[in-house]
């Protein structure tokens, strides 16, 4: 709480790394090894995530018999864009195909995409590697 | 004796205007750029505009204008824009090697503009021309600046197809796929421009006229039908209404057209309303909405109106919603 206060003031604030729109378009997504996903009948992907497996987590999962992982089922879009986080696209190599597939423009692609990204990375279902 | 002619080398400005790619079109100013550049930035009220698009790589085209009444100098606008380079320039403690009349750009432009075009170059290169129209009046500087090392060779397309007005009656309105013609005594009020969602809002003497469309028509009609759809999102402004609705097939597609008449209390307030501002209110509701699956979208032209009005259907006939429709 202290802590949260005291980035918020700035003085111990870790900033996030700047990178330029080109690199960001060169950047690999690569999942979350810990995340184990499948793909369900209606060719969904089913993200199954482990729940917090320190004290505290143990011991709210015993009190309220919670199953030992969370689901998050993706949307048809985003099922396409988890299969291709596989560590070898780049961004832009998953822009390309969506923008052809689903006859968007390239532009209206890369920023959903880009807010998509940012929000499984926030939720550490994947990680961003740069190229620099 | 009879003499042999030679045949007049074609020349930039001679050349037809390319057109395939994209078209982009703000405010009376259309462009074709190549299919994926996409609109970053439009602006622009009443004399002055500003449009940006932007390539997958660095390059960018800028076409800013502006309205110049009376004795309109080219060299003297071009002389402050160099200036302005120059200060920036100077500012950052970068070289700035400027070029009058590249090679690559002569006769770029219809003479009668006095076309200028030029090149310069600091830690960007940019190749640009800046003119004034005699019919419009407008003033124009189009620019193409990226990397030093970009492919500029489809500059002189690209700033061939500029037009800095609309010919008759109509303009053209076009952005991320929404491609339409409103008559010019709309004015643009409002513009939405979502990923999925683009939507332009005209008015004209109490009459509103909408052109929308969306993206992703296949998932979003996956499960339901496109009235149920469309009421869904216009939802809001069909509370006022009693709607008919009619199956009308669009440019061979599966559409829907819909008459609504405003119901009695909306009706009285809006009667209110219109005599305050001395106009016949405008009661009656049409419009079409119709999914192309060539495109993977929804389009919808609606327009609150009076009775008798034909504005949507001329609109609609003269829409394009997707590309093997000949022009």
């Not at chain 1, 700047?18 to 992907?45: D, F």
């Not at chain 2, 003033?139 to 008759?168: K, N, Q, Y």
């Not at chain 2, 809002?201 to 109490?206: D, K, L, T």
Request: net charge positive.
């Amino acid at each position: 709480m202290v802590r949260a206060w005291v980035n918020r003031i700035g003085g111990w604030r870790r900033r996030a790394p700047r990178i330029s729109r080109q690199e960001a378009l060169a950047a690999i997504p690569v999942r979350n090894g810990q995340v184990r996903w499948e793909v369900n009948g209606r060719e969904e992907v089913v993200l199954l995530i482990p729940r917090r497996q320190d004290r505290l987590g143990r011991l709210l999962n015993r009190i309220f018999a919670a199953p030992e992982h969370r689901q998050i089922v993706l949307d048809e879009i985003g099922s396409e864009v988890w299969q291709l986080c596989d560590g070898e696209h780049t961004v832009d190599e998953i822009i390309r195909p969506l923008a052809s597939r689903h006859r968007l423009s390239r532009r209206e692609v890369e920023l959903s995409l880009t807010l998509y990204l940012q929000q499984l990375a926030r939720r550490r279902l994947i990680g961003l590697m740069v190229r620099r | 004796m009879p003499t042999l002619k030679r045949p007049k080398r074609p020349t930039s400005a001679t050349r037809p205007a390319p057109t395939g790619g994209t078209l982009v079109g703000w405010r009376g100013v259309t462009v074709r750029v190549p299919e994926d550049w996409s609109p970053v930035l439009v602006s622009g009220e009443g004399p002055s505009g500003h449009l940006r698009i932007a390539s997958p790589d660095s390059r960018v085209l800028e076409i800013k204008w502006k309205e110049v009444r009376g004795s309109a100098s080219v060299p003297a606008n071009l002389e402050n824009y160099r200036r302005t380079l120059e200060r920036i320039a100077r500012r950052n403690r970068v070289e700035l090697t400027w070029r009058l009349r590249p090679k690559q750009l002569t006769a770029i432009r219809p003479q009668r503009q006095q076309p200028i075009p030029y090149a310069w170059e600091a830690t960007h290169r940019a190749y640009g021309v800046i003119w004034h129209c005699p019919h419009c009046l407008r003033m124009v500087t189009a620019e193409v600046a990226g990397d030093p090392d970009a492919d500029f060779s489809v500059v002189p397309d690209i700033l061939r197809s500029i037009s800095d007005h609309a010919e008759g009656d109509w303009i053209t309105w076009a952005l991320y796929g929404l491609e339409f013609e409103a008559p010019k005594r709309f004015q643009l009020e409002r513009t939405r421009l979502k990923t999925g969602h683009v939507e332009f809002q005209f008015r004209h003497a109490g009459r509103i006229l909408w052109a929308e469309r969306w993206g992703l028509a296949r998932l979003a009609l996956k499960q339901t039908d496109l009235k149920t759809w469309w009421t869904a999102q216009w939802a809001e402004r069909l509370g006022r209404y009693r709607v008919e609705w009619e199956e009308a097939p669009v440019d061979g597609h599966r559409g829907l057209r819909l008459i609504g008449t405003e119901r009695p209390l909306p009706a009285f307030t809006r009667l209110l309303g219109s005599l305050v501002a001395l106009q016949w209110p405008a009661w009656c509701l049409r419009g079409y909405v119709w999914e192309c699956p060539q495109s993977n979208r929804i389009l919808a032209v609606t327009a609150m109106q009076r009775r008798g009005d034909r504005v949507v259907d001329e609109i609609v006939a003269r829409m394009r919603c997707h590309r093997d429709r000949a022009p």
